[in-house]
């Protein structure tokens, strides 16, 4: 599986951006499919994922409310719709995809896309 996010960019604090990664391969739709950061000196954190079927999701306590992940099967893409932005947002953001089961928020994906710049401006 190759994937491919795009969608970052520069925001100031409160506004929005939707990241989409489209990923390779007819086997998409089996896929747990999900996202993770990387700010500066600190380690990768997951932000969110979705099950293959997309009944099942799981949040980071700080982007609940604000962030929704979603994917469209018909289109090989998983999409994460970042609202009311805040500095502490700022980060690189990578998809992932993973053939285990959604079932923590301590998912962890086999594949990995190349990651999109997320800035926030205060």
């Known amino acids: 599986v190759q994937l491919q996010a795009s969608g970052g960019g520069l925001v100031q604090t409160g506004g929005s951006l939707r990241l989409s990664c489209a990923a390779s391969?007819?086997?998409?739709?089996?896929?747990?499919m999900g996202w993770f950061r990387q700010a500066p000196g600190k380690e990768r954190e997951f932000v969110a994922a979705?099950?293959?079927?997309?009944?099942?999701?799981y949040y980071t306590d700080s982007v609940k409310g604000r962030f929704t992940i979603f994917r469209d099967n018909a289109k090989n893409t998983v999409y994460l719709q970042m609202n009311s932005l805040k500095p502490e947002d700022t980060a690189v953001y990578y998809c992932a995809a993973g053939q285990s089961p959604l079932r923590s928020p301590s998912w962890v994906g086999d594949y990995w896309g190349q990651g999109t710049q997320v800035t926030v401006s205060s």
């Open positions: 979705m099950s293959w079927s997309g009944l099942r999701t």
């Open positions: 391969g007819r086997t998409f739709s089996t896929y747990t």
